[in-house]
């Protein structure tokens, strides 16, 4: 099956850095992946759409400068948290549709981003 | 926006019994799927059912969905202990990956060995 990784899978900083979470699809191309964040014993909250070759679309109510996206290649998107705060601490994961049945998607292991 | 509601929200089972687990949207959609989540991990995709669909049947699972109700079951029978994970709703609006998810709140199913 299609698998999608993602680096690191936890990372502490201090508030004011920036924080940057790779997304990989390790065995398929993906010119469209998505990233979500969950809060502790919640669901999961759309937060983006990256597409390879063009800029992301986010989500109401989500701050495309605090949270840019980048879509590199066809098998890899990156989420840069900027100027981190406590409350950006969260669990982020990231999905691409898969080969066989693009309504399906792949998610990535997800990061657990603890921001002191 | 958040539009998935499922029901319960926490269920706890003896194993070998079956554990059913709703949800309901709002919008139109495209299709829903079913996801395991176990704690702290990623998502596991377990079954897809399209609008024009009613049940749909995979090993343990059945799904259910009810588009004039806007509501959908899933039901797992015999279950494990392995089973206990949280399950989440899951729909599209449109076809072929071009939209994100929009996830229900989610049932902790806890299967008591």
Known sequence: GAVVSQHPSWVICKSGTSVKIECRSLDFQATTMFWYRQFPKQSLMLMATSNEGSKATYEQGVEKDKFLINHASLTLSTLTVTSAHPEDSSFYICSAPGRGSLDTQYFGPGTRLTVL | ?113
């Not at chain 2, 669909?53 to 806007?70: M, P, W, Y």
């Open chain 2, 1 to 113: 926006s958040q539009q998935g509601e499922e029901d319960p929200q926490a269920l706890s089972i003896q194993e070998g019994e079956n554990a059913t687990m709703n949800c309901s949207y709002k919008t139109s959609i495209n299709n829903l799927q079913w996801y395991r989540q176990n704690s702290g991990r990623g998502l596991v995709h377990l079954i897809l059912i399209r609008s024009n669909e009613r049940e749909k049947h995979s090993g343990r699972l059945r799904v259910t969905l009810d588009t004039s109700k806007k509501s959908s079951s899933l039901l797992i029978t015999a279950s494990r202990a392995a089973d206990t994970a949280s399950y989440f709703c899951a729909t599209g609006l449109s076809g072929g990956g071009a939209d994100g998810l929009t996830f229900g709140k989610g049932t902790h199913l806890i299967i008591q060995p």
